[in-house]
């Protein structure tokens, strides 16, 4: 029995902040592991027998693929908003330096009110 408060113990923080991350998320995204984590948080507050333990187990290996799904959806959704931010800003780059280059030709031309 020693186990198995040593693992509620270490199991109950790591699901908390699992829990509160990925309910932040939520709002913005549906992801399936936020029901999986708490579904899971639940089992290991009612855990009273060694089934108890074997369904969290069970539960535990659901809820970590789940998660590692929810982190690929996550990086690329990341990488799409950072595809579109460097995009944005080489736009914005190039028309900076037309605008530079726009402004030497500029300063290259003799004024017409010059004599």
Known sequence: MQKHTHLSLLTLPVISFLSLFLAGCQSLLSFDSVDSVEQLSSQIKSVDSIEDVKAVAEQAKITHKLIR???????????????????????????????KNLCKIRERLPSKNRS
């Not at 959806?73 to 605008?99: F, G, H, M, P, T």
Request: a positive charge; glycine letters at 0%; charged letters at 35%.
């Open 69 to 99: 799904s929810d982190i690929k959806a996550i990086k690329a959704l990341y990488e799409n908003l950072d595809q579109e931010v460097n995009q944005r800003w080489r736009l914005k780059q190039q028309r900076s330096a037309r605008q």
